[in-house]
């Protein structure tokens, strides 16, 4: 089965073309991310018109590259939540306009399930039941895969995701935006013990996480040192920074590899490009003899080649939508589609 994806939540873009789920012939990609450096993120508007101007093109490309006629194609998927509302809407009136002229159906998949579904490109050999550590720019929260379509939320940040919190740092320090690449650059060379970082306590679920107090602490510190003519050691900030958010998702994903007793972890999301926290989630993983299975980075930040491999399992589950299909800024990935 031959599905054409698309991708628009945020500031890139996409749209592939990916057989059965798991076999991608073309991902194109178009980043705007220059475009908003300027501002130090995201603008909503300007992203919606870029994708409007990027699309149609993108589609054609992915057709051409992967030598694919248009009759080929058996059903169109596309991100409809969460995201950017007026930057999702660009790409589900797109994918609802292609449903429709090539008369195949529509299937509405969720990003983060997206994310998570890189895994299936990258391990053809992966299977639910695993869980998941999704780390974005948007989220962070620990999943139970426990079917290609049935999942479960067993933790998440009850305030920022951590790749926000990269950002945020990176962006006080001065990197350009979204800083999280060039912050866990800069780490690599840094002493991590130099500068203390809170260890936010939570009540209540153990598996959630929070960023917020990290982040604030650490931009703080930036702040103050300044106020008293100094600067901050940028590459000990960003090591010292960058171990205490490992340090809040690692012993949550061991707790909920012992809770669900899963032999996979699979990680997923823009931060799981992040160094040191591969690192700790390798020798975690070696440590509890489970399954570590990272996607290569390019899978990991948004792409529609996701989006196309999870679309075949919503396919296949009968999750499917019509031309009054509607984009959503914020939705569980849980339970029913629609
Ligand atoms: O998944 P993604 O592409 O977009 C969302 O759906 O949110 O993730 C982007 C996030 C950004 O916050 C970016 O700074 C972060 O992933 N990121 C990193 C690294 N590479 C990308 N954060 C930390 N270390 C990295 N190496
Ligand atoms: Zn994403």
Do not use: W
Not at 133 to 158: A, Q
Not at 316 to 321: K, M, R, V, Y
Request: aromatic letters at 6%; hydrophobic letters at 45%; charged letters at 20%.
């Amino acid at each position: 089965m031959l599905i054409l994806s698309v991708e628009s939540s945020c500031d890139e873009t996409a749209v592939a073309l990916v057989r059965d789920g798991r076999q991608v012939l073309t991902d194109c990609i178009a980043s705007q991310v220059p475009l908003h450096r300027i501002y130090g993120g995201v603008v909503p508007e300007i992203a919606s018109r870029k994708h409007i101007e990027a699309i149609y093109g993108l589609a054609e490309q992915a057709l051409e590259k992967a030598n694919v006629s248009r009759a080929e194609i058996d059903a169109v998927a596309v991100t409809y939540a969460p995201g950017l509302i007026g930057a999702l809407l660009v790409g589900v009136n797109f994918a609802k306009a292609a449903a429709m002229a090539l008369n195949v159906p529509l299937i509405p998949v969720h990003h983060i399930r997206g994310h998570i579904a890189a895994n299936y490109i990258a391990y053809p050999d992966l299977e639910p039941p695993f869980l998941c550590l999704v780390v974005s720019g948007g989220h962070t929260m620990l999943v139970d895969v426990k079917d290609y379509t049935d999942m479960e939320i067993l933790g998440s940040t009850r305030d920022d995701a951590a790749g926000e919190c990269f950002d945020k740092v990176a962006r006080v320090l001065g990197m350009p935006y979204p800083g999280g690449a060039a912050l866990d650059k800069a780490a690599r060379s840094g002493d991590e013990n130099r500068y203390p970082m809170p260890h936010t306590k939570l009540s209540g679920n153990p598996l959630d996480m929070s960023f917020s107090g990290l982040k604030t602490a650490a931009v703080n510190l930036i702040h103050n040192t300044r106020q008293k003519g100094g600067e901050v050691e940028v590459a000990d900030l960003c090591a010292s920074f960058s171990r205490a958010v490992s340090e809040m998702l690692l012993p949550r994903t061991e707790t909920a590899l012992e809770q669900t007793g899963r032999h996979v972890l699979a990680v997923a999301g823009g931060v799981a490009a992040n160094s040191r926290i591969r690192a700790d989630l390798d020798r975690l993983c070696k440590k509890r003899n489970v399954r570590l299975c990272m996607p290569p980075l390019s899978l990991c930040g948004d792409n529609a080649a996701m989006i196309g491999a999870q679309g075949y399992y919503e396919f296949l589950a009968g999750n499917l939508a019509d031309q009054t299909l509607n984009a959503y800024a914020t939705k569980s990935m849980e339970g029913e589609t629609l």
